[in-house]
């Protein structure tokens, strides 16, 4: 699948399942929780949290996808292309970054 199409999935998908957008703030202040739920997951399989007694062990996949949706979910309804949004990014950054991680001594092994 491509950026373009999970994005026009996920407006078809909003369009009749989920009856409308939530409003952009309602969205970012998900988008934030999403991401949080990620974190927690991070934490405690890759950091030094452990899980609580009882606490789900939640898939990092479908959470890593629920922040997907909702990032597209706000790309949407504010008119951006994600595809070429992404495109452009990339470029500033191989531009901007051409050198700079290759000469971070603290990247080096």
Not at 11 to 39: C, H, K, P, S
Request: hydrophobic residues 35%.
């Amino acid at each position: 699948m491509e950026i373009k199409q999970a994005q026009q999935i996920v407006d078809d998908w909003i369009q009749t399942t989920g009856v409308r957008y939530f409003n952009e703030l309602t969205n970012m202040a998900m988008l934030t929780e999403e991401v949080g739920e990620v974190a927690r997951i991070i934490a405690r399989n890759y950091g030094e949290q452990s899980f609580k007694p009882g606490e789900d062990d939640k898939n990092l996949a479908d959470e890593l996808a629920d922040v997907l949706f909702v990032l597209i979910c706000l790309a949407n309804q504010t008119g951006v292309d994600l595809t070429d949004a992404l495109e452009k990014n990339l470029q500033k950054k191989t531009s901007r970054d051409s050198k700079r991680h290759k000469n971070n001594k603290k990247l080096r092994d």
